[in-house]
């Protein structure tokens, strides 16, 4: 780390990165909230090692966030994005994540991908809820994290405050794992009362960095200055030697020995590596002109030192194809290939791409290799295993795309023409298929219904969506049968935005969204008699069909019975079905509003028929006006789906939730104790109430809640909104 006080020797600018072993590689995946300036500590990190140039440009053009058309539009990060920088001899992969809750998906992905984390926190904004959410996530798999703390330059921005804010929200019952090794620097202050950081002071090397002048240069610090340093450093040095494996060092620290900074940066970089000690640092990107950034060097030092291999990432668990484990050694480069797609794109000159994290063997150019994707059906993504050859394997530069040689266990790669793999997918050896466990994704609970824009679009439409859903499997596609729409389930209204732009950027597909449609049903309150009469006789062969039949309720999930209760020949025995055809054909269309009849049986007790001009039409017709009018003397119940919705949500925000939940005509079940400071409710709620639920309840809990929601049953609607419904129908007919 940068109390190593060593020489580095960044990569050049632009070079293409090929890393030999996983020793040699550092996965890393940046963090945190919108605007707390991952991409541009991205962008300076780069700088800093060289792989771009004063400008922040790659060689041939673009910077390196030059990731997507839509992000620029946007003016924030919507996609996981790899940049590739080395150090020191290390190849470190650094993973860019959005950070809007919208694309959550999109950072779970550089989770699976990464084999460390930096938490990127604004001095401005301090640490919100979904970020802590996120730390504990990442504590329970025991990933290695570090927090950077950017826009110091903001007024009052305090890096000691945001420190201890820092060890209170990540710390848990040992804030004295979460410590900063360097302290800034600070000039004089300004007319404006503004004192910029120009540098920062190594707590454990007792050295001054100074960057005020774009280049880094090293110095001791003055006499005033050791007193503050002292205290900072000593509760460093505890703070290490308690997570020493070595048990006697802290007896012998307190006992008056002096322990060497070596055996100290070796301590503290194993506890970083296991994920039991999270330093905090401070970074800034450089100013015009300037080559390195404050912090950037010692956050890339931070890394490579500290940060742990691949070898050291447990392997996820892998299977063959009809499910029998297979136990692998991790990271063994002459082992099976196994590798797991990490995100799909589509790229304007090479086609689809495919981010690819390799978990064993050694992934080269034109390999052939079997693609195995499970699991994700309920999203619209059909189970497939198929055969293909490998493209070329190249690492991004911006918008560029360099070619490399091969790719080794631990590392990352781009990989070309890979036509059926989805994200999610995995890849191996042809003759040894294997499949990957999936990683965990939210479900998407937004629906947004769309309809083709024009006969143009809907000729397209189908192969453009079934392309948007194998880039992103937090996306669900739903044709339902019910209400005969095209939904797309997304994670808030920001993922549908994005969605339906590449649809229309991407795919040339233009659509339109609609209102979504719940499905609806109708039943029969009470028992009911219906009469249909079909006599047609005037001119050529006429039509003659006479039913009668009583419907009477019955409980929900019955469908429709239908009973023959016929005595005496009244209807011959060959037009019995008849009738119940034209009985269920009626049924489906619905006998109120337009809505499928349910949970009733119909029984035929009499009718007529005619020698010559009875006819299966004839009885089919009389059957659905029989039914007709059976409802048009009955009280006919709309039945609206019920969904049994559970929320975790934090404490302090149960009672609103509550609240709104009764809101929306929800009956609560009760709630449990789900974790430290957290409570999970239960409750029905009509499906009407929370087609928005989860932009509302992101809201209403300042992204701390989530949701889940499964069908439980249709049920009668309150009189009063079923009127509504019944009016809204007969004016749309």
Not at 178 to 193: K, N, T
Not at 482 to 501: N, Y
Not at 547 to 554: F, N, Q, T
Request: hydrophobic share 40%; charged share 25%; glycine share 10%.
């Amino acid at each position: 780390m940068g109390d190593k006080a060593q020489t580095h020797h960044p990569g050049a600018a632009g070079r293409a990165l090929t890393a030999d072993r996983p020793t040699s590689v550092r996965n890393v995946v940046l963090v945190g909230h919108t605007g707390s300036g991952k991409t541009t500590l991205v962008e300076a990190l780069a700088l800093t090692a060289g792989a771009v140039n004063r400008a922040g440009r790659v060689e041939d053009g673009g910077t390196v966030s030059d990731y997507d058309d839509i992000e620029h539009r946007q003016q924030r990060s919507v996609q996981l994005s790899l940049v590739p920088v080395a150090w020191d001899g290390i190849k470190v992969n650094l993973l860019d994540t959005p950070g809007y809750a919208d694309f959550v998906g999109e950072l779970r992905a550089g989770l699976r991908a990464a084999d460390a984390a930096l938490f990127v926190v604004s001095a401005s904004d301090g640490v919100d809820g979904s970020t802590r959410m996120l730390w504990e996530e990442c504590a329970a798999v025991g990933m290695p994290r570090a927090i950077v703390v950017t826009h110091l330059e903001a007024a009052r921005a305090d890096f000691e405050e945001m420190t201890r804010i820092c060890a209170e929200a990540f710390g848990g019952d040992d804030p004295d794992a979460v410590l900063p090794l360097y302290l800034p620097l600070r000039a004089p202050e300004g007319p404006d009362g503004h004192a910029p950081v120009t540098g920062l002071v190594g707590l454990l090397s007792r050295k001054l960095f100074d960057y005020s002048t774009g280049e880094r240069k090293e110095s001791e610090p003055g006499e005033d200055q050791l007193p503050g340093i002292e205290e900072a450093r000593n509760r460093l040095i505890e703070g290490i030697i308690a997570e020493s494996e070595d048990e006697t060092l802290m007896d012998r620290y307190l006992g008056g020995e002096q322990v060497d900074n070596k055996t100290l940066v070796q301590d503290l970089e194993r506890a970083v590596a296991r994920g039991s000690f999270f330093p905090v640092l401070a970074a800034a990107p450089a100013a015009d002109g300037a080559r390195q950034g404050l912090g950037t060097v010692e956050l890339l030092e931070l890394v490579t030192g500290g940060f742990p291999t691949p070898f050291e990432h447990p392997m996820p668990g892998v299977t063959t194809i009809d499910g029998r484990p297979r136990e692998l050694k991790p990271c063994d480069t002459d082992g099976p290939l196994v590798a797991e797609v990490i995100k799909t794109s589509s790229d304007p000159y090479v086609g689809r791409l495919s981010l690819v994290r390799v978990f064993s063997g050694t992934l080269r150019p034109d390999q052939p290799v079997h693609v195995s994707g499970h699991g994700l059906a309920d999203r619209g993504h059909e189970d497939h295993d198929v055969d293909e050859k490998v493209g070329a394997l190249s690492m991004p530069f911006g918008k560029q795309q360099r070619p490399v040689t091969h790719a080794v266990a631990g590392d990352l790669v781009c990989v070309a023409k890979l036509g059926r793999a989805e994200t999610g997918d995995t890849l191996s050896a042809k003759d040894d298929p294997l499949l990957m466990e999936p990683w965990q994704m939210p479900d998407p609970l937004l629906p947004v219904a769309i309809r083709a824009h024009s006969k143009a679009d809907e000729d397209k439409l189908s192969q453009g969506l079934s392309r948007l859903v194998a880039e992103d499997p937090t996306m669900r596609l739903e044709q339902n049968q019910d209400t005969h729409q095209v939904v797309l389930w997304c994670l808030g209204e920001a993922h549908a935005d994005v969605a339906l732009e590449r649809l229309r950027s991407r795919y040339g597909v233009q659509v339109d969204v609609v209102p979504h449609k719940v499905s609806l049903r109708e039943t029969f309150a009470g028992r009911a008699t219906g009469r249909g009469r079909h006599v047609k006789q005037s001119g050529g062969h006429g039509q003659y069909a006479i039913c009668e039949i009583e419907v009477e309720p019955l409980p929900g999930g019955s469908g429709i019975e239908f009973v023959d209760k016929v005595v005496g020949g009244a209807v011959p025995r060959q037009f019995i079905p008849s009738v119940e055809k034209g009985v269920r054909a009626q049924a489906a269309k619905g006998v109120a509003a337009g809505y499928p009849l349910v949970d009733v049986r119909v029984t035929l007790l009499d009718g007529k028929a005619h020698s010559v001009d009875s006819s299966d039409a004839a009885f089919q017709t009389a059957g659905a006006l029989a039914l007709r009018e059976a409802a048009a003397d009955a009280r006919i119940h709309l039945l609206e789906p019920v969904a049994e919705v559970t929320v975790l949500v934090g404490d302090a925000f149960v009672g609103p939730v509550m609240s709104d939940l009764s809101s929306r005509r929800g009956r609560l079940l009760g709630t449990e104790q789900a974790g430290s400071g957290r409570t999970l409710i239960r409750a029905e709620v009509p499906e009407f109430e929370i087609g928005r639920y989860a932009v509302d309840l992101r809201s209403l809990s300042h992204g701390t809640a989530r949701f889940d929601r499964a069908y439980a049953r249709h049920e009668p609607m309150p009189p009063q909104i079923a009127e509504r419904l019944r009016e809204q129908a007969g004016d749309e007919g």
